[in-house]
């Protein structure tokens, strides 16, 4: 593809995802449609909710759509492993045992500090998986495929701890902690907003700039290293860019599968495997998936709501598996 | 008859304010409302409200733990009665700022909840008297039972599918009931539900065992309740000392409790006989 045409395609998602986040932003349980909110003085309460309550859900869905996609990539582009996700390096699992932990494990603390508690802990969670991550690839004898290990092993440390938590947790806690698995974006409210925001938007800047040297790596570490990259350094500051990105979104919403594994591989088949254009698109193919997945979540079950990792691989699986399809028809034609 | 004094008593009352739209988070919150005749008010409920049957009619907002602030906004209430147990909630502190009344029904195990729970209802809901009324009849049934302590230990056993089974330890529901019986928690020694150890069990030498109607479903009966790790060892496992409890009722501390507490300590003195 030329640079004309992929510049015309990320251009088209772009205002795709405008149109999306506009309409997302016009449905839900309250009927408050743009021109209902045209007509209220910006002091009635339908313009409180709509400010306070909607739209900070429809920002948190692009920002979270773009974080765990764009992590995604950078995952599949390091290991060179299209299977490679954002849980892969058992980030999201230690943000999960620490959630766990403040589920289960009764502190007193102060209601403000409750309220806010399984996303410090998710945060904390998922940053100790990550230095973790980063102090074992400093290791000279810390290569990928061992790290890939290496988060095997914490995977499934994790996993036995949640389990041995789950164990001893009574019904109520069980519960919350499986629907914590399934990822919602209920949380989302101007503070973590801004927090995630804070966090989001500079990584995303810092991949982008990062994105020749991503493919570069294609080529292979040598490769790579006789082309003038500083390879184990890339790789590292890559890693950590994206655990943060993951650690960030899984601390706000809980886990929502699907999103990192999939848009990648679709941005790659419709754009091509040049970085410095599948990155940008995958953030916006993940922000507008996400908006689709919650813009439903919140309003399929009126006035309840439902765990938006399932509609992600709901909508996801069937899109995708068409994809592939569609792909192997053109192989065998 | 109760339906009926309650009646004349709030058509008695003094005209109330204007109606309120109610949301109502928890099975035990539900069923008082109803108790208070205050159902018309109303508007919808959570998905553990359950009882009485016509709640199910009700909209429901879902789960207590994963609530949607704008859903429960939409159903403009003016108030929401909400259970502890669904705190803390960031949803229902944005429904606060959104300007409704959020009411905080207490999530305490022990008996004097109950009163409690009625009186912060009544009074949310402008039914003081009503709620007077309700608050007498729990004591009545709970003046059934008898002051003094039964040294009788009691082992509440929980079982759902695809979990272990679980003994009731200390500081949960069925310890409260256990306690409010003026009985034992055999388990009392450990904290919250814990997997069903054969030693422990036996070195806990409970005298009853008590088992929801679901548990003892899936546990597949009650043969199969004494096969359970240890139990065969027990000194109820010798009289086969079971009682089959409504475990809601047993474990909710709702207006179902004190009717399932007096049935627990009528069991254990049929025990002691043993």
Known sequence: MTSVALLRWLSLMAVSMVICMLMAANFGAMPLSIRTLWHAPLSDMV???????????VLLAVLLGMALAVSGAVMQGLFRNPLADPGLLGISSGA???????IIVPVALPPILALWLPMLAAFIGSLVVTLLIFSFSRLALGNLSRLLLVGIAINALCGAAVGVLSWISNDQQLRQLALWGMGSLSSAQWPSLTVCALLILPTLIAIQTRARRLNLLQLGEE??????IDVKRTQRQLLVLSALLVGTAVSVSGIIGFVGLVVPHVMRFCLGSDHRWMLPGSALAGAILLLLADTLARTVVI???MP???LTSLIGGPWFLWLILRQQRGINE | MKRLTLLLLTALALPTLAAERVVSIGGDVTQIIYALDAQQDLVARDSTSQQPAQANK????????QLNAEGILALKPTLVLSSELAKPSLVLQQVAQAGVKVVEVTGKNSIEAIPEKIATIGKALHREDAANALTEQVQKQLAQLPSQP???????????????????????GADGAIRSAGLVNAMAAVPHYQPLSQEGVVAAAPDLVVVGQDGLRTLGGEEKVWSLPGLALTPAGQHHALLVVDEMALLSFGLDTPDAI??????AEAAKHD
């Open chain 1, 47 to 57: 313009w409180q909710i709509w400010l306070n309550i909607r739209l900070p859900r």
């Open chain 1, 96 to 102: 999960g045992l620490a959630v766990a932990l403040a």
């Open chain 1, 223 to 228: 490769d790579a290293h006789y082309m003038g």
């Open chain 1, 303 to 305: 006035p309840a709501e």
């Open chain 1, 308 to 310: 938006v990792g399932l």
């Open chain 2, 58 to 65: 009700l909209p429901n907002i879902g789960y207590m733990r």
């Open chain 2, 150 to 172: 039964l040294p009788v230990k009691v082992l509440f056993i929980m079982a759902h599918n695809g979990m272990n089974t679980l003994a009731a330890g200390s500081q949960t």
């Open chain 2, 262 to 267: 007096v049935k627990l300590r009528r069991a």
